[in-house]
C-alpha cells in the first residue's frame, strides 16, 4: 500500500509563513503528480497547488505568488511554502499523489490526513 505523511502545519499569525511536507512511502513504482488541498468549515474542498513528475505547475487564483509547490522526486516528498498568509487560507490542508505502484498497474489517487492552518492574529 501507499501512505502520504504531511507534516508543518500550525497557528501563524497573518502575513506570516508555514511549509508543509508530504512524504509518500510504500510500493512505488512512479508518482505522476502531487498535490495540495484545502478544505474550510463548510466549503468544498479545493485545489491549492499541483506538480507534475516533470515539474509542471499549477495554482489556484487565490494563492498565486503567495504559495510555492515543490517536489524532491528521489525523497517522493512534495513541500508547500505559504507566505503572505490570510486569515481565508485558514482550512484543512491535504495532500494528494497520483501513484503507479506497479509498471502495468493504473494511476491510483491517494490522500493523506490532513494538517490544519489556522491564520489568526
Known amino acids: 500500500q501507499v501512505q502520504l505523511v504531511e507534516s508543518g502545519g500550525g497557528l501563524v499569525q497573518p502575513g506570516g509563513s508555514l511549509r508543509l511536507s508530504c512524504a509518500a512511502s510504500?510500493?512505488?513504482?512512479?508518482?505522476?503528480?502531487m498535490g495540495w488541498y484545502r478544505q474550510a468549515p463548510g466549503k468544498q474542498r479545493e485545489l491549492v497547488a499541483r506538480i507534475t513528475s516533470g515539474g509542471s505547475t499549477n495554482y489556484a487564483d487565490s494563492v498565486k505568488g503567495r504559495f510555492t509547490i515543490s517536489r524532491d522526486n528521489a525523497k517522493n516528498t512534495v513541500y508547500l511554502q505559504m507566505n503572505s498568509l490570510k486569515p481565508e487560507d485558514t482550512a484543512s490542508y491535504y495532500c494528494?499523489?497520483?501513484?503507479?505502484?506497479?509498471?502495468?498497474?493504473?494511476?491510483?489517487?491517494?490522500w493523506g490526513q490532513g494538517t490544519q492552518v489556522t491564520v489568526s492574529s
Open positions: 494528494a499523489a497520483d501513484i503507479l505502484r506497479y509498471p502495468d498497474y493504473g494511476v491510483e489517487d491517494y
Open positions: 510504500g510500493t512505488i513504482f512512479s508518482i505522476v503528480a
